[in-house]
């Protein structure tokens, strides 16, 4: 994919993780190697068909965790729910499937759940990957000092920075600005760019965490210009460039970028509450009602908070009241994916 760094391969490494990822004195088949490989290289669909295909012959439980791993990549949650689930249950002394139904209840926004089983995962085998998941879930609860020390914890069990790292200076900073500490969180998001350049998942953070928060619009636009350079099909980059284009007082040029936003991630409840605002802030409260109505459907008080709600029950004739939201987006991974190749995660709206 794009949005990440692809840098030379740790051997050694790799075979622990792969021992590490198997049932006590079972060695690792072709099949499995194969779907290994596949999810490192980001190819979730082809290795959940490799993993099918050796689910169909008995004696190869450990392809649940693996097909779990594809399925959470692709957003199919409940299908990932209902293998790692089978993996557990076929061999519970194996950590991957309990790390693949962490993932997944995160994915349907079953955050304590999520929480608490991470916590096992970090438990039984501590692992900067586990630390970094577990963070990620706390920094959406809005536990941001419990998310700040995982974040230390992952730090320290990577040791020396290098570009592999760099998401966790990136969240580190996040959760700076998120509390408040302007100057930690210059400095972080600072480091993230500069172990990882060609990121754009960092520049589009500090984008939104450091300059757009504090009202720097330029400065964000600056950095989201970045971002989408890098990865000119970035959806989060658009919608936020789009939102500072319409602070800096061009709406025009805003309702492009969110449009394209909308166009490359539908999903994306902020897109919606961007351009619900924009039209209530333009007179067009109908029009503005019906757009946070959809951001609701697609789930932005489980990722964002109230926010939207309150603008219904203040703005509209109806009040918010209590929906089902669609699933969250959450980051795939595994602690058994190569250490170099960072996870999808859910960045800035």
């Given at each position: 994919m794009?949005q990440?760094?692809r840098?030379?391969?740790n051997?050694?490494l ?7 990822g ?13 779907v290994?490989a596949?999810?490192?290289k ?10 099918t295909a ?5 004696g ?8 779990a791993e ?7 949650f409940t ?6 689930r089978?993996?557990i249950?076929?061999l519970?002394d ?9 993932v997944?209840g ?12 991470f ?8 692992s900067p990957?586990?630390y970094?998941?577990?963070a ?5 609860q809005g536990r ?7 974040i230390?914890?992952?730090m320290?069990?990577a ?13 580190k ?6 509390a408040?500490d302007t100057?930690?969180?210059r400095t972080e ?8 350049p ?6 589009n953070?500090r984008?939104?965490y450091?300059?757009?928060k504090r009202?720097d ?10 971002a989408i350079?890098?990865?000119?099909n970035?959806?989060?980059a ?8 319409y602070k800096?007082?061009n709406?025009?040029k805003a ?11 539908s999903?994306n409840p902020?897109?919606?509450?961007n ?15 019906l757009?946070?109505r959809?951001?609701?459907d697609?789930?932005?008080t489980?990722l964002?908070?109230t926010e939207?709600?309150d603008?219904m029950?203040?703005?509209?004739k109806?009040?918010?009241g209590?929906?089902t939201?669609?699933?969250v987006?959450?980051p795939?991974g595994?602690i ?12 800035a709206?």
């Open positions: 794009g990440y760094l840098h030379m391969r051997s050694i790799l075979v622990l993780l792969t021992i590490a198997t049932s006590a004195g079972q060695t690792t088949t072709p099949a499995e190697a194969k290994r596949k999810l490192a980001g190819k979730a669909y082809p290795a959940i068909r490799i993993a050796a689910l169909a012959k008995p190869h439980p450990e392809f649940y965790a693996l097909r594809g399925y959470n990549a692709i957003a199919e299908k990932a729910e209902q293998d790692a089978m993996a249950s076929l519970p194996s950590v991957s499937g309990l790390f693949q139904l962490a997944a995160q994915g349907m926004g079953r955050l304590d759940s999520a929480d608490a089983q916590s096992e995962v970090v438990h039984r085998s501590p990957e586990a970094y998941r577990r990620q879930v706390r920094q959406l941001l000092g419990d998310a700040a020390r995982d230390d914890q992952a320290a069990l040791g020396a920075d290098g570009p592999a790292s760099a998401r966790f200076h990136r969240m900073g996040e959760l700076a600005a998120m408040g100057a930690l969180a998001l600072g480091r993230a760019v500069q172990l990882a060609d990121d754009p998942v960092n520049y953070s984008g939104f450091l300059h757009a009202g619009h330029k400065g964000a636009i600056a950095d989201y210009d970045r350079k890098l990865n000119p970035y959806s989060y658009f919608n936020n460039r789009g939102w500072s284009w800096a007082g709406t025009a309702l492009k970028d969110i449009g394209r936003a909308k166009r490359k991630k999903m902020f897109v919606y509450r351009l619900g605002v924009i039209a209530l802030e333009s007179g067009d409260t109908t029009k503005a009602c757009l946070f959809e951001a609701l697609k789930g932005f489980t964002y908070g939207v709600e603008l029950a203040t703005s509209c109806q009040p918010a209590s929906r939201h669609a699933p987006q959450a795939a595994t058994d994916r190569r250490p170099d190749r960072p996870p999808v995660r859910t960045n709206p």
